[in-house]
């Protein structure tokens, strides 16, 4: 597994631009954390993502919440982006068949592929999911050549899931076929073990994203299961994932520095520095 390396060491050997530019980020600002803005007002999205933006490494949005969505909003986020030099991931879940999917990320409503650096699928569709996202990303005339990516959501954080075990496996088994496109997994564990057709995963970057962070709960009402930066870092975790614990209380700005920090440190001590 590479996640004793440093964030510098796999921004210049990932084979993927984008996880290059996201373990830069890392690198560059001291942080691993990602802010989860599930906002509904784009008001509320753009201050807090103006807000955090110095102390993120990914803005993670849920555009389709927003009350009053409309086109100009991903537009200033993505000069948000720009101004803080943070990414943006669309938390879509893809979960239809290729044919579908294509058409919801490449045009559409809501133009994902024109502003979202990164999204995700599930693989509840099976393989064809990945290879469909994989194909429209490597289409001759699609105009964000080596500045998009796709995660795998390989486990979930809500109480009862189902995305264990063969489904786990899958995900694997594609983000390792599609790496052209795929970059990495959203999971609250290592993948590392997991035997595919050609073995376990043992020399490839795959970067992990870990969600349920949250260093004030145990959970919410919904299923929802937490745990601390530090635990999701020392299992393994590349970039932490955070909404409500940073966005819904008072402070988010100081709240942030602290998730940062936290995040940062636990990173610190798995790569032994
Ligand atoms: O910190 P929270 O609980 O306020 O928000 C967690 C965020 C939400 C979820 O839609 C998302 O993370 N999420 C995901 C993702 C990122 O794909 C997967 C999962 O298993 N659990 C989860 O909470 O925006």
């Not at 796709?150 to 063969?166: N, V």
């Not at 983000?175 to 020399?203: C, D, H, M, W």
């Amino acid at each position: 597994s590479k996640s004793k390396l440093s964030y510098g060491e796999r921004a210049k050997h990932h084979t993927h631009p984008v996880a290059r530019r996201l373990f830069g980020i890392a690198e560059s600002k001291k942080t691993n954390v990602v802010v989860s803005a599930d906002l509904t007002t784009s008001k509320e999205l753009l201050d807090i993502a103006d807000k955090l933006g110095p102390y993120i490494a990914v803005l993670k949005t849920h555009i389709d919440i927003l009350d009053d969505y409309q086109y100009s909003v991903v537009e200033a986020l993505k000069d948000l982006a720009v101004k803080h030099n943070f990414l943006i991931f669309e938390d879509r879940k893809f979960v239809d068949i290729g044919n579908t999917v294509q058409k919801q990320y490449h045009g559409g409503a809501l133009q994902i592929s024109s502003w979202a650096h990164i999204v995700n699928c599930t693989m509840l569709p099976g393989e064809g999911i990945v290879q469909a996202l994989t194909q429209t990303a490597e289409r001759e005339d699609f105009p964000y050549k080596d500045e998009r990516a796709l995660l795998i959501l390989a486990t979930m954080t809500s109480k009862g899931s189902l995305a264990t075990g063969e489904y786990t496996r899958l995900s694997v088994e594609c983000a390792r076929k599609y790496s052209q496109f795929v970059i990495g997994f959203v999971a609250s564990r290592t993948l590392g073990e997991i035997e595919t057709e050609a073995g376990p995963l043992e020399n490839e970057d795959f970067v992990l994203f870990t969600t349920g962070v949250n260093m004030a709960s145990k959970g919410d009402k919904l299923g929802q299961q937490y745990q601390t930066p530090k635990s999701a870092v020392e299992t393994g975790a590349d970039f932490i994932i955070a909404g409500r614990g940073i966005y819904a209380v008072p402070d988010p700005v100081e709240t942030a520095k602290r998730y940062r920090e936290e995040g940062w440190n636990a990173y610190l001590s798995r790569i032994g520095e």
